[in-house]
């Protein structure tokens, strides 16, 4: 067969494809390949394994086992650096090549990021998952008799005329009131949540989510910088439940934020994901990013975030990004949250099709 017609259909595969000399320099590399190294084929010819794996020397070292041996390496795991700078897992099968010169070896590589991405994804829902059933089950326990002590407290609020005992039975309400609306958190946890959607204007979502915490952000002196795009279209959600998204998240980046900082808040549409691809494939998607000056997050932080009942935070329940996971889903978004990298802070973003 001609060797063009073989290129050709290397050139057509969605799989990054190199082939390396018997003397261990690249000879030609596929379009998918260019994309994954983050160079082009013409600038990687004559490069060696080393030089062109960078960061992976494990592959390299595979690469010259093969070489040696000639059995081949199917679907190896390694961590990649690109000329891009970009660091991913990628499987990579390594296979000999006779050549009249001698060995060459020809290298298959399959970006893992989605992939991975998926693994993270299910593992946190089936833990969240988990803990929602055991939470739920006794969230509905606690609920009915707090029931009857709201209503005892109501009926001596009622047959009383002493103003100590109504401060003390209000109390008691607004108590039970508050433990009843942490309840129906617990209780959704375990349902999946379903509301009527329809296109709805993110900006002025945010703005009433920041006008939430106006006080508290006038009181410590956090200013807010909003960097809005106005050609976005609406988003396509339940108004009252994207108000709960942002305010939670509002309220987070407003409790990390030093005295005096910026909190800022960016929207625009969304081009990359952090999980590879959005949920709905037929939808364009927009992003909201809210970013802090804290001091970041925590290792032990980011492995508890959104787990139920984890929280950093003095007096705080650890179920805000729980529940706001949860609404998000619910909205064929994705949510994501972690530091900044080449500044102090943390990063919200969430992604939410466009209606």
Not at 22 to 48: D, F, I, T
Not at 86 to 107: D, K, W, Y
Not at 123 to 130: D, F, G, R, Y
Request: hydrophobic share 40%; charged share 25%.
């Amino acid at each position: 067969m001609d060797e063009k017609i073989f290129e050709t259909a290397l050139s057509s595969l969605a799989e990054a494809i190199a082939l390396f000399a018997p003397n261990g320099a690249l000879l030609w590399v596929n379009p998918a390949g260019e994309q994954l190294l983050g160079m082009s084929g013409q600038r990687l010819a004559g490069k060696r394994a080393i030089d062109i794996f960078r960061g992976a020397a494990d592959i390299a070292d595979q690469m010259e086992r093969v070489a040696a041996n000639g059995y081949a390496i199917f679907d190896n795991e390694a961590w990649l650096v690109n000329f891009s700078g970009t660091e991913f897992p990628v499987s990579v099968s390594i296979h000999p090549m006779e050549c009249e010169s001698g060995r060459g070896l020809a290298v298959a590589m399959r970006d893992l990021t989605g992939l991975k991405a998926l693994e993270r994804s299910v593992k946190l829902q089936e833990k969240v998952e988990e803990t929602a059933t055991l939470v739920a089950g006794i969230a509905h326990e606690i609920k009915n008799p707090l029931s009857g002590i709201r209503g005892a407290a109501q009926l001596i609020q009622g047959e009383t005329d002493e103003e100590r005992v109504g401060e003390y039975t209000s109390l008691i309400i607004r108590e039970t009131d508050r433990i009843n609306r942490l309840i129906i958190d617990l209780i959704e946890l375990n349902h999946p949540a379903v509301f009527v959607m329809g296109p709805e204007n993110i900006h002025s979502i945010l703005d009433e989510a920041i006008l939430g915490q106006k006080m508290e952000m006038e009181k410590r002196g956090i200013s807010t910088l909003k960097l809005y795009d106005p050609s976005l279209p609406p988003v396509e959600g339940n108004r009252d439940r994207l108000v709960q998204i942002f305010l939670n998240l509002v309220k987070n980046a407003v409790e990390a934020n030093p005295d005096g900082g910026v909190l800022t808040i960016r929207s625009g549409a969304a081009w990359r994901f952090p999980d590879g691809a959005p949920p709905r494939k037929d939808k364009k998607y927009a992003t909201v990013e809210i970013i802090d000056e804290g001091s970041g997050i925590d290792e032990e932080g980011l492995r508890g975030l959104y787990t139920p009942f984890f929280s950093r935070k003095k007096g705080g329940a650890g179920l805000g990004l729980t529940v706001t996971l949860n609404l998000v889903r619910a909205h064929n978004g994705l949510l994501s949250v972690k530091n900044r990298k080449e500044k102090q802070g943390a990063e919200a973003a969430v992604y939410l099709p466009l209606a």
